[in-house]
T-cell receptor, first 110, second 112 residues
Framework: SQQGEEDPQALSIQEGENATMNCSYKTSINNLQWYRQNSGRGLVHLILIRSNEREKHSGRLRVTLDTSKKSSSLLITASRAADTASYFCATGDNTDKLIFGTGTRLQVFP | DTGVSQDPRHKITKRGQNVTFRCDPISEHNRLYWYRQTLGQGPEFLTYFQNEAQLEKSRLLSDRFSAERPKGSFSTLEIQRTEQGDSAMYLC??????????FGPGTRLTVL
């Protein structure tokens, strides 16, 4: 079953704008990860944030984690057409498996 | 190629037939995972191996499903007596540390 919900389900923006997507989850976690999936393909790991971290950056990506609210956000700055994809959050606990959210479909128009 | 590979990429079968998928993980990774993804949803965990030991199976994995990793390297996922509800993308992933997972391109199964 899915761990939680992602919001929004779909997002359309112009190139150069920032994109923010949110993820909520239900249980205790060790880490939270974000993955990107281009249409009909496998997932690509973007960034991992551990439960004792509050914010992490990687290039144009910024992830925040609020364990008290069981939520995370992914910010993509200065978006590009190539960022068009589905984005999933996934939580990891002490069992090694990942529990994925429902995903946000991002469309970036040139 | 050092990525995770899956074979076949696409499989069309008739209801009631058996199918087998193969996953080759990144060579130094001791953990291997199987997930299933249906249209518009996130991947759902099926099972995972550490070396050749199958450590966890989801309740989604009915008796018709079986997975093996006989020598701790490649893995196979078999579905017996396929049903239309088995139609999905089957994803394999591997990792070395149990956190970041590297995914293969998936096998898309269509059951007619």
């Amino acid at each position: 079953s899915q761990q939680g919900e992602e919001d929004p389900q779909a997002l359309s923006i112009q190139e150069g704008e920032n994109a923010t997507m949110n993820c909520s989850y239900k249980t205790s976690i060790n880490n939270l990860q974000w993955y990107r999936q281009n249409s009909g393909r496998g997932l690509v790991h973007l960034i991992l944030i551990r439960s004792n971290e509050r914010e992490k950056h990687s290039g144009r990506l910024r992830v925040t984690l609020d364990t008290s609210k069981k939520s995370s956000s992914l910010l993509i700055t200065a978006s590009r057409a190539a960022d068009t994809a589905s984005y999933f959050c996934a939580t990891g606990d002490n069992t090694d498996k990942l529990i994925f959210g429902t995903g946000t479909r991002l469309q970036v128009f040139p | 190629d050092t990525g995770v590979s899956q074979d076949p990429r696409h499989k069309i079968t008739k209801r009631g037939q058996n199918v087998t998928f193969r996953c080759d993980p990144i060579s130094e990774h001791n953990r291997l995972y199987w997930y299933r993804q249906t249209l518009g949803q996130g991947p759902e965990f099926l099972t995972y191996f550490q070396n050749e030991a199958q450590l966890e199976k989801s309740r989604l994995l009915s008796d018709r499903f079986s997975a093996e990793r006989p020598k701790g390297s490649f893995s196979t996922l078999e579905i017996q007596r396929t049903e239309q509800g088995d139609s999905a993308m089957y994803l394999c992933a591997s990792s070395s540390r149990g956190d970041e997972q590297f995914f293969g391109p998936g096998t898309r199964l269509t059951v007619l």
